[in-house]
């Protein structure tokens, strides 16, 4: 089990580490007295039995847990430029000349549409050639 260096120490950097390590022993009749109290004990880095502790020992501890418990101080941060203050009053801007109104309806030129000969043959008011009289 490994455990990521770089993780639970929030934004800043961990400047101080608290590792705990758990103490393994291989489980079998091998297992000496003197190492097998230690068995899944928890201990920190550098702390309580460091195997092996004799002849042939084959126990080995194992990190399980790693807490940040002093981080990096917050480095200083750079200072903003300060604002310039803002003027109302400088060099007067170039005002865009009004643009003539053109938004008025475009005039389209009427096709086919002449009101003389639109009801042409349908006005029964039509004045004939004959002056007003019927043409039976
Ligand atoms: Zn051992």
New binding site residues.
């Given amino acids: 089990m490994s455990f990521d260096p770089g993780a639970g120490g929030g934004s800043r950097p961990c400047k101080t580490w608290e590792v705990w390590e758990v103490y393994h022993?291989?489980h079998d009749e091998r297992?000496?007295p003197?190492?097998g109290p230690?068995n899944g004990q928890r201990y920190k880095l550098g702390e309580g039995p460091q195997?092996?502790?004799?002849l042939n020992?084959?126990?080995w501890r194992e990190e399980v847990e790693r807490t940040c418990i002093e981080t990096e101080p917050e480095p200083p941060k750079p200072k903003p430029p300060p604002e310039e203050p803002h003027r109302e009053e400088g060099p007067t801007r170039d005002t865009t000349p009004a643009t003539p109104n053109t938004s008025g309806p475009p005039s389209r030129p009427t096709v086919g549409l002449d009101p003389g000969i639109v009801n042409d043959g349908n006005n029964p008011n039509r004045v004939g050639p004959g002056g007003g009289q019927r043409a039976q």
Avoid: A
């Fill in positions: 022993t291989q297992v000496c003197v190492c230690h195997p092996p502790l004799h020992c084959r126990c």
